[in-house]
């Protein structure tokens, strides 16, 4: 690569690669912009998240970045469950390749959760919803191997 690592495009690609994530909110993994999609007019399984900024720059093959995640469902514990299925992907994704549709690959190096999970409603539309924070590390893949 030779920009910048596009670290939220990154996590999106391995996040819709996780079978059981996939299975779980079935197609429905959103990045940002943040905001629940047109399509979601009841409370169901799905995925939200965004990236709170970190450190990169594009002289190193490395950035940091917090990410926070709003897992929705149509219950207070389905979205729980939503939790553990991100929450089993991130915590033992280490060393993890994702590659772009342009062939550029990066590498999800590591992860580890800063606060969560919280059980907290959405205050707009009241539907269940579990938050969490972690912390993830993306390098380039010529720089890891």
Known sequence: ??????STLMLYKYLIS??????EVSSRIYGPPIGIPAGITAPCKF??????????????PMTVTRFTFHCYGATQTEAQSVFRKLA????????????????????????FKE???????????NFPRVVCTYRITFC??????
């Open 47 to 60: 995925l939200l998240f965004t990236g709170d900024g970190g450190a990169g720059n594009p002289d190193v």
């Open 18 to 23: 996780v079978n059981a994530l996939k299975t």
């Open 115 to 125: 606060s969560g999970p919280l059980d907290l409603p959405d205050p707009e539309i």
């Open 1 to 6: 690569m030779t920009t910048l690592i596009d």
């Open 88 to 111: 089993d992907a991130l915590n033992r994704a280490q060393d993890k390749r994702v590659t772009l549709a342009t062939g550029s690959v990066a590498l999800l190096r590591f992860a």
């Open 140 to 145: 380039e893949w010529s720089f890891a191997t």
